[in-house]
């Protein structure tokens, strides 16, 4: 898979904010990369399964599941390779390791589908 590098997690008090970034990177597997397409962040709470919390598409088409919507904003910078998270309003229930995923990378060694990050932790406390 491409290398994908999460930043920005952290504690906060309900209804403060965090922003965190994922940088796309090349790998050993993926040599250079050529083309990104949609970059999403999911995230999973203890107990739970990895749900999708936004996602958006190179040309910058945006898709946020409903417990996000109006809080959260996904953005990407195609020529950094970069998605960020603005999570604002944040909630005690949107405590979870956030992961970035890269759907489709076209790089040096072909197309590599389903890349993911290592996590990043975000804890609201109430």
């Known amino acids: 898979q491409v290398q994908l590098v999460e930043s920005g997690g952290g504690l906060v008090q309900a209804a403060g904010s965090l922003r965190l970034s994922c940088v796309a990177s090349r790998s050993a597997a993926s040599g250079s990369i050529y083309s990104i397409g949609a970059m999403g962040w999911y995230r999973q709470a203890p107990g739970k399964q990895r749900e999708l919390v936004a996602d958006?598409?190179?040309?910058?088409?945006?898709n946020y599941s409903d417990f996000v919507k109006g809080r959260f904003t996904i953005s990407r910078d195609n020529a950094k390779n970069t998605v960020y998270l603005q999570m604002n309003s944040l909630k005690p229930e949107d405590t979870a390791v956030y992961y970035c995923n890269v759907a489709r990378a076209g790089t040096q060694r072909g197309p590599i589908f389903g890349s993911w990050g290592q996590g990043t932790q975000v804890t609201v406390s109430s």
């Open positions: 958006i598409t190179s040309g910058g088409d945006t």
